[in-house]
């Protein structure tokens, strides 16, 4: 990037969702913030490492993912998580399918995932789905579908066992789509 201040003003706009992106995988304000403060100088200080190949938000939030990576990796010889499994939810999800495993109800036409996925605004809606989910279903679906961490890690880091990480991530994938379905397939114009 040829003008600094340009990209200290680019960096400065992002940092809101930076930090909470970080929020939510390391479930620690200090961590967080620290996360997102060594991947802005990062950035900073090798400006000329971005080519442009992606916007600079998919740039700077991969160099975040790592930072986190590294972050969990670190606290999670610190202090275990404990994992709170709401039974109630097992009867409502198994009403969602029938003995086969098929849905009951098939989701809505969604349209054009590539298109989807280009619109800015499907990810405001994304994080805030993403932010009701409960937490710990939340971190293990970014842990699993944005870190791209493998399940044995994830149990690692989170002091679970691996049938418990897929139920949880289960749920949250459930969740997600019924929230995205309500409020982002479900208001596109047809």
Not at 62 to 80: H, M, N, V
Not at 87 to 103: C, K, P, V, W, Y
Not at 105 to 116: E, I, L, N, S
């Amino acid at each position: 990037m040829s003008d600094p201040d340009h990209l200290h003003r680019q960096l400065e706009a992002m940092r809101p969702q930076l930090v909470r992106f970080a929020l939510l995988q390391l479930r620690n304000s200090a961590l967080a913030e620290d996360a997102v403060q060594d991947t802005l100088i990062a950035v900073l200080e090798q400006p000329d490492r971005f080519q442009g190949h992606s916007s600079l938000r998919t740039y700077v939030t991969g160099i975040l993912k790592f930072k986190i990576i590294d972050g969990l990796r670190a606290t999670s010889r610190e202090r275990p998580i404990d994992c709170v499994d709401a039974e109630s939810e097992d009867d409502a999800i198994d009403a969602l399918f029938r003995a086969n495993g098929h849905t009951v109800d098939m989701p809505r036409q969604w349209g054009d995932p590539d298109r989807t996925l280009e619109q800015k605004d499907f990810f405001r809606v994304l994080e805030t789905c993403l932010e009701k989910l409960p937490a710990q279903a939340a971190r293990i679906f970014m842990m699993r579908e944005w870190l791209e961490l493998e399940t044995e890690e994830i149990c690692k880091e989170l002091a679970i066992s691996s049938s418990n990480a897929w139920v949880l991530l289960y749920r949250a994938r459930l969740r997600l789509r019924e929230c995205l379905d309500l409020h982002w397939f479900g208001a596109q114009p047809k």
